[in-house]
């Protein structure tokens, strides 16, 4: 049975739309909307107004970057384009000769672009995975954007006023939140937070970016399973007397680790390396001062430190007394 032109015409025109489909989304109308933005003072944050030239003026008179860009981008086009073709025109005539040995060098050649993209898929996994680290994130604007079902959430600003660490951001630029609680689609969940205000080029201040980092992810990262068998402790601390995070503690060891810690910003020098009384004793070091963003407290059971001088002592008198006797006789 022969096709008719129409039909075949018409299989044509169905093979293709993907590609026309996806060059006209991905392509072409990203194009077209990018090229409307730069006639307004379009922001992601804010609907953008209609400014004619205005932009391109700037650019042309005022932008102190822009002449030092085009020089750059000059360059770069004269000098590293061609050079990277040369480059990679002579490694191909060379890996098509027939010398011995050639299949071991076009797989060493090509290993490295497998590492990369390993590695990349790992790091990706650990920066996008919601369910080992991210819990969510929460921006606070003038005019909040509706969305639904994503790990994004607009709020109003008038809500940033009625957070309990409202007084933390409110005289810095950013902070850390310490241990709380965010309510979203999965339900309640513990988090530790960072804030970090978000302005304009003219300083103009749009809202506030809330990052909301698991509890336990953040409790895992400072303390692995060994060191928690071995009875260790720890404490984050930031401005203040905020504890950002613990892990390691007990219920009944929150009361002794407060007051530790009131006793710490009162006198830090004298705490480090001190002995602390919890349910047993334990060796407190310090890193970190209080003129920074962070203080990290561990505490080492102090049976651990005894058993491990013990065992050090031993060996090095062993390693005394058998020189002592290569030495006589």
Not at 30 to 42: C, W
Not at 189 to 201: E, P, T
Not at 217 to 243: D, F, T, Y
Not at 274 to 287: D, I, N, S
Request: aromatic residues 14%; hydrophobic residues 45%; without cysteine.
């Amino acid at each position: 049975m022969r096709w008719s032109y129409e039909i075949k015409l018409k299989f044509v025109r169905l093979f293709i739309s993907p590609f026309l489909i996806g060059s006209f989304v991905l392509t072409l109308y990203p194009l077209l909307q990018s090229l409307y933005f730069s006639f307004t003072d379009y922001s992601l944050l804010t609907p953008g107004k209609w400014v004619g030239i205005e932009n391109y003026v700037k650019m042309f008179t005022t932008d102190p970057n822009f002449k030092k860009s085009l020089g750059i981008t000059l360059i770069y086009v004269i000098f590293a384009v061609p050079y990277k073709l040369l480059l990679a025109l002579l490694v191909a005539i060379a890996m098509n000769k027939d010398i011995r040995g050639m299949s071991f060098y076009r797989t060493m050649f090509y290993f490295p672009s497998l590492i990369g993209g390993s590695i990349g898929n790992y790091l990706s996994n650990i920066v996008y995975s919601w369910d080992n680290m991210l819990d969510s994130i929460q921006v606070y604007m003038k005019e909040p954007v509706h969305t639904t079902g994503l790990p994004v959430k607009f709020l109003s600003i008038e809500r940033l006023q009625e957070e309990s660490w409202f007084p933390l951001i409110e005289q810095s630029d950013f902070t850390w939140i310490a241990e709380h609680n965010v309510n979203n689609e999965s339900g309640e969940n513990s988090v530790v937070s960072f804030a970090q205000k978000i302005y304009l080029d003219s300083n103009k201040s749009l809202g506030v970016l809330v990052v909301n980092v698991k509890t336990s992810a953040v409790q895992s990262s400072m303390l692995n399973s060994e060191k928690l068998r071995q009875g260790i402790k720890r404490v984050v601390l930031g401005s203040g007397q905020q504890v950002i995070a613990a892990a390691g503690f007990l219920e009944q060891d929150q009361l002794p680790l407060q007051q530790f810690i009131q006793t710490y910003y009162r006198n830090s020098e004298e705490l480090d390396s001190r002995r602390v009384e919890f349910q047993h004793p334990y060796l407190a070091t310090v890193a970190g001062e209080r003129n920074t963003h962070w203080t990290v407290i561990q505490f080492t059971p102090w049976d651990s430190i005894s058993k491990d001088s013990t065992r050090i002592a031993l060996m090095l008198g062993s390693i005394g007394l058998a020189a002592i006797i290569i030495v006589l006789f």
